[in-house]
């Protein structure tokens, strides 16, 4: 994967998520597979019984229960005691943890978005879902610097600060960046404004050392209740095709440094070659895919050629992430 300048870093709301596309996603949320208590007022129907004001059923009075809620008009028909239950509402807590890592800056070309772009395209995309349906919607982006948090919103009135923070640039930094599993094991166990258990997906390409397998364990234990996890893998098309870079000048005998450890390693680029590191490459997200099944995660190959809009209406949909 070579890496190139960006000629569509976005700088707009328009330009994260086109009104087109807006209008398009209205009628979608996100789903969770899990029940979590929510802990605020939601529109999302839960299977608790609680004090709404929304009827869902009657039970036989058992001594102790509160007497104001018994139906006497019930009791008026049948002479026996019936208490009401009442369907109670949660809300869903969506989180959103983006891959800021140097190598999520490759893939860019005249008319494909580096991965770093799309990645916040489809945070955006997935955050107005959550928005406009009244979820709580928190955002964490890792790896390049201090990492840095928007704590938890709610409503379509904060759709321009969930894209302010999407807008912002990561500030240089000399140190090493935060490892995957440190950055898993932080949030899991964060308070406060992270918000707790609920819906949480990862952008990433995954291209980490070590530590992959961790990370998800981290996101496993989660919080009490537990995170419903997708893991969403982003690749270039010149990641998912290395031959697609000899286009590019990606041939013969070249000089090949890691954009993240700038370590440097002279290779003679031929046909055995990809052939070797399109395997590897077949095992590494081989290996993702069946860390997150034996963890119950769901996990989504995306290639940056693919436009957001296409992701969000098939593969996301398939996946019953949105629906």
């Not at 899991?188 to 819906?199: L, N, T, Y």
């Not at 009490?224 to 996890?229: L, P, T, Y």
Request: aromatic share 8%.
């Amino acid at each position: 994967m070579l890496v190139r300048p960006e000629h569509d870093r976005p700088t707009t709301l328009e330009d994260l998520l086109p009104a087109e596309l807006a209008a398009r996603l209205d009628r979608f949320d996100v789903i969770s597979r899990k029940v979590f208590a929510g802990k605020m007022p939601g529109e999302r129907r839960s299977k608790r019984r609680g004090q709404s004001v929304e009827f869902d059923d009657y039970r036989q009075y058992t001594p102790g229960d509160d007497l104001r809620h018994v139906d006497w008009n019930v009791f008026a028909r049948l002479d026996r005691f019936f208490i009401k239950l009442f369907r109670e509402d949660e809300d869903l807590i969506v989180h959103l943890v983006i891959d800021a890592s140097a190598s999520m800056s490759g893939g860019a070309t005249d008319e494909i978005p580096s991965k770093a772009v799309y990645a916040r395209r489809l945070a955006m995309a997935l955050g107005y879902i959550g928005l406009v349906n009244q979820n709580r919607v928190v955002v964490e982006r890792f790896g390049a610097g201090p990492p840095r948090r928007l704590a938890a919103i709610r409503g379509r009135q904060n759709l321009d600060r969930l894209a302010a923070f999407l807008l912002e640039q990561d500030p240089p930094t000399d140190g090493p960046p935060e490892a995957f599993d440190h950055a898993m094991r932080r949030i899991a166990s964060a308070r406060g404004g992270w918000g707790g258990p609920g819906v949480l997906v990862v952008l990433s390409d995954f291209f980490f050392r070590e530590g992959i397998e961790r990370g998800l364990n981290y996101l496993r234990a989660g919080p009490r209740g537990g995170f419903d996890v997708c893991c969403v893998q982003i690749l270039s098309p010149g990641e998912m095709d290395p031959e697609a870079e000899l286009e590019h000048g990606l041939r013969g005998d070249v000089r090949l440094s890691d954009i993240e450890t700038n370590r440097a390693a002279e290779v003679t680029v031929s046909r055995a070659l990809l052939k070797r590191y399109a395997d590897r490459l077949r095992e590494h997200v081989g290996a993702i895919e069946r860390w997150c099944r034996v963890r119950q995660m769901r996990h989504v190959l995306l290639s940056t050629a693919v436009p957001v809009e296409a992701v969000i209406l098939d593969s996301l949909r398939r996946r019953r992430l949105v629906g």
